[in-house]
């Protein structure tokens, strides 16, 4: 089995690209999806999971019939082989990373407490770091700090748009020796676009290393692990049409080490993380890796398009809503809105949603069902009021302008319930 090549890219496309996207009442797509192809429902919840990509789904079900453990020599092994090394080929060209440099685990959390330890060793510095830099609105599984004692993690603040403090950073870093950086480079509740390049000069000048979750990020903005500055980046196939429970390390050289890996055990990963490899999932992930990266472009432009149709209805209808790092002064992901009316629950709102058929969420999904304010949202320092009727709607490759209304027709509903004060929708 060779490599996949980009000509490849092409007959995916015309196979799964327009045609699919408009396919959604066509039996063979029902019959293979979920609520999301349901006619009546609209999947407004993308930055929770992603459907998974035809593509992913076919090499799911071709790799589920190889037999072999890819630690194997015999056929059976190399076949089960090769599917793992041409996951971690396509994995590597979505973030411009050699394959040798990609680490395949079951996720990004797991992928972020891999890569959140003192233990990371460079060709020229071997000691343990001792002090680890964190923006104050990434992801739970990097604020849970890694492998760091709570006494050695710093946060560092946001401005108001939801942007890193760059020169509060700086300030962190100059005092620390040999930091390790940790920040996203899209925020998961906002769609907020980190300031990552600049964030890599300061932790360099510091002596240190720059860690990047871009779990949000990848396929959606280009995502390219030397442009970034970035040494190590955090990816999760679920969010670019692949697999639930796969992810990936990516480093930025072959000079980074992990000394103490977090499962020990084989040597798999090249004994950065023990264990039989998911096969099936690795070759779903590369095979969505390998779509969204050659459907990268059409797909952004066509969500952006689609979002600002959102924003624009949105606030036709509400005026007194608040888009969350909306405007010049803060880049997003062309498929995020975060937005809240004053007074608005977000629970009970997302509820009234789901009864229109919308499905949207209150925050990060990991965290809903919890009634807690964003820590994303408090870090931006956004009042009372708002905190706790931020809802969020993410946008796909699948979703359409006829999504977009059906969001628009339940926002109206609302809205208008919310005006006349109606019972539960008050915060
Ligand atoms: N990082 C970010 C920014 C995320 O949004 C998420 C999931 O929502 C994760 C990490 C965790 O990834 P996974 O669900 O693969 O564990």
Redesign the pocket.
Known sequence: MGRRAWGDCMGAAEAFGGDFYHRRGDKKQASRTSVTDMAERSYLDW??TAPLRPQARQALQDASAVEGNPSSVHAEGRAARRLVERAREDVAALVGAQPGNVFFTS????T?MLALTPAIETAGEKRPRDRLLLSAI??S??RAGGRFPRGAIEDIPVSPQGRVDLAALADAAGKASRPLVSL?LA??ETGVVQPVAEAAAVAHAAGGLLHV?A??AAGRIPCDIGALGADLL?L????IGGP??V?ALVRRSEDIHFPDPLIRGGGQERGTRAGTENVAGIAAFGAAAAAAHCQFAAEAARMLALRNLLESGLQAISPRAVIFGFGAAAARLPNTTLFAVEGMKAETAVIAFDLEGVAVSSG???SSGKVQPSHVLAAMAVLPGLLRGAVRVSLGWTTTEADVERFLGAWRKLSSALSKGERGMAA
Not at 107 to 110: F, I, L, Q, S, V
Not at 236 to 239: D, F, L, N
Request: glycine letters at 14%; one cysteine or more; proline letters at 0%.
């Open positions: 930055n929770a996720g990004g959390t797991e972020n990434e992801h599984s990097v996203m925020n998961n979750d779990v949000q955090t999760s196939a679920h969010k639930k429970g992810g990060a999904a990991c």
